[in-house]
């Protein structure tokens, strides 16, 4: 389960700056353990048991670090949750949110009004992004942008005239958020189990992950073909005439890292062109950089309808989400009357300023083009270096600055761990107590740090997992 939350023993080696960093503290470490126990309830988490542990504290972050309420220094090989891009503590985005907020705190965009940060946000997303991409719709958060989704995709095919389109196809283990359409789209069963009532029309296929489910002798390209062909199938079961879209991450992030082979999107996206179907590239991970292409479908060479946006867009600093439109998609929305969805906050002036503020310095700052050049070939190289013949490594994947580390019983056989959360857990207890931030999903490690990242910091990171996933080899008496 991917976000769950276990007891953890801390280890506190003293910090230099812990005595300063309690000194600015508002209070110690026990009482807002007690204040967050008695009346916090966290996302994806067991309170119970986390009431008895207790939460880590973060008080402050500067570049890829955090300091915990102990003066404890940890490297976040998470980049917070997969969004905080351009690193902790750019006054860039700080000004901007101050400027943005004495001028216009806020107005709404929806009766007939419009503000320059949402103005400046729009035009500098339609240059960043590939060239058919040209009109956004925000929200914000990516759950928000994949509900937009399917009101879009539904409002599409109504001026198409085609009311029968109405079902969406969808992956196993994929993450599409946690709104009652995010957790339906998406398709881990722990979620789908505590929603009875799920919106309709939307059924799942199998996920490409060739470690865990590939049979046989299948290479990784035939196994990716054989899982993209399985959107075919679905479309014939259901009837083309009934498809409305194809939603997937272009690589898999919560659901493990997971990398289809280069065969995938090809077969998918001939699929889509072939039934009529819009491709929705779900890119709330992906883009901004993370595999070193603005958007990860340009890594993956194809070209969606639609695509979420949301974490790297601010890098984290306030919530935003958007959903970018083909140029043929937007058309139609554009030319068809009211399109009847909204929210509140849809192009938040302060959001929009900081999105502004953070896509300038990925781009003036060529961030993007480090990651692609330079810092992610490194990372993966280092990776690879590390863990090649590693014990209980079976697999990594990844590109640019995100990874997965597949922990296995016996790697050669693709051999997984009978209880592979279990392992998953032990490992990242391990990465805890030494204070790295790698995240575990079943038996994969997950590492997605700041694009700004420096190779000394891909060093402390890699020797981190290193260290722990040794550790974790050694406690299940494997060598
Ligand atoms: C995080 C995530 C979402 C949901 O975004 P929220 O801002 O948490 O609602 C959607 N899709 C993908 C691929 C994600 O990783």
Redesign the pocket.
Known sequence: MSYRTEEVAYVQPAQPAGAAQAAQQQRSTAEYRALDAAHHIHPFSDMGSLNRSGSRVIVKAQGVYLWDSDGNKIIDGMAG??CVNVGYGRKELADAAYRQMQELPFYNTFFKTTHPPVIELSALLAELAPEPFNHFFYCN??????DTVLRIVHQYWATQGKHSKKFVISRKNG????TIA?GTLGGMGYMHEQMPSKVENIVHIDQPYFFGEAEGNLTPEEFALARAQQLEAKILEIGADNVAAFIG?PFQ??GGVIFPASTYWPEIQRICRKYDILLVA?E??GGFGRTGEWFAHQHFGFEPDLI?L??GLTSGYVPM?AVGLHDRVAKAIIENGDFNHGLTYSGHPVAAAVAVANLKLLRDDKIVERVKTDTGPYFQKKLRDTFANHPIIGEISGAGLVAGLQLAEDPKARKRFANGGEVGTICRDFCFNGNLIMRATGDRMLLSPPLVINKLEIDEIVAKAKYAIDATAQQLGIS
């Open positions: 949750l997969w958060s990516g759950s928000e942008g994949n993450y599409h958020g946690s995010g991450e992030g919560a779900d709330v991970i979420t949301a974490k989400g």
